[in-house]
């Protein structure tokens, strides 16, 4: 599997893979270029002498920020993007120190659990299966060779793993899980900060002379390229193939391409039956619609000259030779105003709501941390808050859209102290427990929850475990934080 995934192609970019670091506290977009004070090889840490790169460190942040909260343009202060920046490397150096602790304990990742997790994600898949050429033009959009990403989503599953060693190794006495259950049979009065850019957008106006502008600025990016629909047949030739073993596939190719032609072979019927590209044959060689850039020079240019229905003459290309057969074709196309104008309204509403909301969250946010509740933050920034009625810990609330991921995290606060970030949907939430009251034991419901109260508790002991491990492991380590080091170089030269 992971010597099909080797391949080399060029493609333009359709989706960005989210970084898998932890969350870093609400940021919609930022200048991410501008700090770029280490050369490009330099380590952002060294954790027992095993460095961090910067180069890493750079491009989790910035897939990060995309990610999580799409091109706003609202930049934080100097104070709260090295913050974050802190925040990034110290998770890098936790991922680290898991990653050593696994390799000592003589774990591995197997090719297969590697091959299996790159596969499975969304990005790199068409119709729901894997899919090569789109997964290598993903990659090469984004300035990665295949050998880098795998090897940082190696580490990802190490880290992975590793967590769930601990988990498994977890024990939950019967006692402590009708603890918990009983700490989760109470009834809650809550308050709740909500900053949603999303729904935030509904209420903004932009003026039509914006859109406009807009318009004339871009006009390129709505610009639709020429695209055809195309199936094809594959027959492999390795990079070091022989002058014997490219006459040998291109006679075989001339062949199928004779039974097509000559004999009536249905050309799906053919591809299923010789076609080598795994991600195509079984669906009868369809590649769906495709741009101009998104294939190999040699292959493109073949399609793009063909007509529907036309078969191609045998392609040579870096994959090995293609009969190509031509669907659809659909004409570049370059829309007025009219035809963009809503998409271009949303787009300017959701930068210009990211902006506003992204100053309100900083000011209730920098406001909370000096005051530690919830309510005096609200009222010093005109934050406004929604109440809730007493809700049980499976209730709903009232104008909450992600009630589920409050409520967890309620039940587990004490009276009166705010949550930290609580990051649900299009949103951030912060919450407080004002009043609290004990609900009846109810055997029915604890026999209900009983399984998913269980996974719940062990994932809880197994991150406290994990964290008072990696307290531990610092505490011994070696580590060179060159992301704190620039922190200090900075404030020592203003």
Known sequence: MMSTLRKNMKVILWIVVAAFVGTIFFVWGMDL??????????????????PVSYDEFERLWTQQQQSLY????????????????????????????LRQRFTQLGFKVFPQELAARISSISAFQQEGKFNQERYLSLLTYNHLTPDEFEASEKQSLEVLKMQMFVKNGIQVTEEELRTYFRARSRALKLKVAVFNWKEAAKSVTVPEAEVADYYDR??????????????????????????????????????????????????????????????SAKTGGDLGFFKEGMMVPAFEKAAFDLMPGELSQPVLSPF??????????????????????????????????????????TAFVTRLA????????????????????WVKVDGKIAGVEKAEAILDRAFNLPLN??????????????????EEKWLPWDDNAYARQHDVLLEKLKTLKSEQTVAEWLAQAKADAKIVNNIEKEKNENGSNQ
């Open 218 to 279: 871009h006009r390129k990016e709505f610009d639709q390229s020429a695209e055809v629909k195309a199936s094809h047949i594959l027959l492999r030739l390795d990079a070091k193939a022989t002058d014997e073993q490219k006459l040998t596939a291109r006679l075989k190719i001339e062949n199928i391409r004779s039974e097509i032609t000559k004999k009536g072979l249905d050309f799906a019927e053919a591809a299923k039956k010789y076609s080598e590209d795994p991600g």
């Open 320 to 361: 090995g030779y293609h009969l190509i057969k031509v669907a659809e074709r659909k004409a570049a196309k370059h829309p007025a105003l009219s035809e963009v104008r809503a998409k271009i309204l949303t787009q300017l509403k959701e930068t210009k709501a990211r902006e506003n909301v992204q100053k309100s969250a």
């Open 417 to 434: 102290k705010p949550s930290s970030t609580i990051s649900a949907g299009d949103a951030v939430y912060y919450v407080q427990v004002l």
């Open 370 to 389: 000096a005051d530690q509740n919830l309510i005096s933050a609200a009222n010093a920034t005109k934050t406004p808050l929604i109440a809730s009625d």
């Open 70 to 97: 799409g091109q706003g343009k609202t930049e934080p202060t100097r104070s709260e993007l090295q913050k974050l920046r802190e925040n990034l490397v110290n998770d890098l150096i936790d991922r680290e120190l």
């Open 33 to 50: 270029g501008r700090q770029k004070d280490f050369v490009a090889k330099q380590s952002a840490a060294m954790v027992n002498d095993h």
